[in-house]
């Protein structure tokens, strides 16, 4: 943040607003998000930085520190732009607050981010949510943590084309130190859950491999599902998502739909049940229950589901044997990215050198890893 703040002062001197907006991971709940189901994700401390002022001349500018790049922002024209490519999650933001008739001024900003961009643990996300929430405190907007939410995933279907669910730019916004929450993604209702982790810590190992097989899988996945629920509704009109089935309904309309149909939605069914029994577990306080439903997810994910790749697989299969973990699975999408694992912390630092070494061996790529501690939501640090 320090830096970020030295660089304010140097190019606008003057003292700035200080937003940090973290980034996410997801406990438990993949693919469920779009069946209306429930997922449980947990903003972390890493995210992204931002420094604010009111302009003190008639332009906008943002600079980011990573890419030392400075871009002109138009308030009254924030149309898409081809490069920076970065600029696009604020124009977004910007599109929203004009279309609500936001008394914008112009105004000037330095962001920096210690998130891992493209792995999964939604640096755009941050980038929107702190950006909203920066203006909103900045330029007294008012305007309430879920209409930030719903700005941000707007700009990230519309400026930036990726056509999220909720869950990131939720997570950003509403993320709570030490817990985790559970999210009704048909309503929005949430819980915050307790995350005592104790001696156990989160930790991310990156594949590294990138999901070239992600968008038409997903798409592919997507439409499984619906052919699922057309089926079931025949049988069970109330069944609008699969969010609303059950094992059994799916067993006494398993003839009508295809076997791979049937895997994918059964893989949903149990995986959504799984997200209500692992909140339990964690009011519980009983890690060992929540880390066996996170092999058991994977395992669905993997066999089931089918989205996840030979690299992911192995670093579960690591993690199954090693001593002092709990509970490992892929997390997001699937075809790469990262696994999260659940670890004691005696046991952190020689898991993460002999499974980088195999997994080196194994496919000659490296495996990049990332220490996670569940963190507050985008949020003013320090009013300047
Ligand atoms: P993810 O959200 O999984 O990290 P995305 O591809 O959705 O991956 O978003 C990554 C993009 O967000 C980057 O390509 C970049 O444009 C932008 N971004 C994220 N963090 C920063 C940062 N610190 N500085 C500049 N741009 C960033
Ligand atoms: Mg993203």
Not at 38 to 65: E, K
Not at 321 to 342: D, E, K, S, V, Y
Request: aromatic share 10%.
């Amino acid at each position: 943040m320090n830096a970020v703040r030295l660089k304010f002062i140097e190019l606008f001197q003057s003292e700035p607003l200080l937003v940090h907006a973290p980034g996410r991971i997801n406990l438990i709940g993949e693919h469920t998000d779009y069946n209306e189901g429930f997922v449980m994700p947990a903003a972390i401390h890493m995210g992204v930085q931002f420094a604010f002022a009111v302009s003190q001349n008639n332009v906008s500018q943002i600079y980011s520190l990573k890419y030392n790049q400075l871009f002109n922002l138009e308030l009254t024209n924030p149309a898409k732009v081809e490069s920076p490519a970065w600029a696009n999650y604020f124009l977004g933001i910007v599109n929203r607050l004009n279309a609500i008739g936001a008394p914008l001024q112009n105004f000037t900003c330095v962001f920096d981010g210690d998130l891992p961009t493209g792995a999964g643990l939604s640096s755009s996300a941050a980038m929107e949510c702190g950006f909203v929430v920066g203006l909103n405190e900045l330029l007294h907007l008012g305007l309430s943590r879920l209409e930030m939410v719903h700005m941000a995933q707007w700009a990230e279907h519309q400026y930036a084309g990726v056509k999220c669910g909720i869950m990131d730019q939720f997570s950003s916004m509403m993320g709570k130190k030490d817990h985790a929450f559970l999210l009704d993604c048909r309503t929005l209702a949430y819980e915050y859950l307790p995350l005592h982790l104790g001696d156990y810590e989160l930790l991310l190992c990156d594949t590294n491999v990138k999901h070239s097989l992600a968008t038409s899988a997903y798409n592919t996945r997507r439409s499984e599902c619906q052919h699922g629920v057309e089926v079931l509704q025949k049988s069970f009109p109330e069944v609008t998502a699969l969010r609303d089935a059950t094992v059994l309904m799916l067993q006494t309309c398993q003839q009508q739909v295809p076997a791979t149909v049937f895997n994918r939605c059964l893989f949903v069914v149990e995986e959504n049940a799984r997200v209500t029994e692992a909140a339990l577990d964690l009011k519980k306080g009983d890690l060992h229950a929540f880390g066996k439903k996170m092999f058991t997810a994977h395992e669905g994910l993997s066999k089931q589901y089918e989205v996840s790749c030979p690299e992911l697989d192995y670093l579960v299969e690591l993690a199954i044997h090693a001593p002092g973990i709990l509970g490992a699975r892929m997390i997001g999408g699937g075809f790469g990215g990262c696994t999260l694992n659940m670890i004691h912390r005696n046991a952190v630092e020689t898991f993460i050198t002999t499974t980088a070494t195999a997994y080196h061996a194994r496919f000659g790529k490296t495996m990049n890893h990332y220490r996670v501690k569940p963190g507050a939501g985008a949020t003013v640090v320090m009013n300047g």
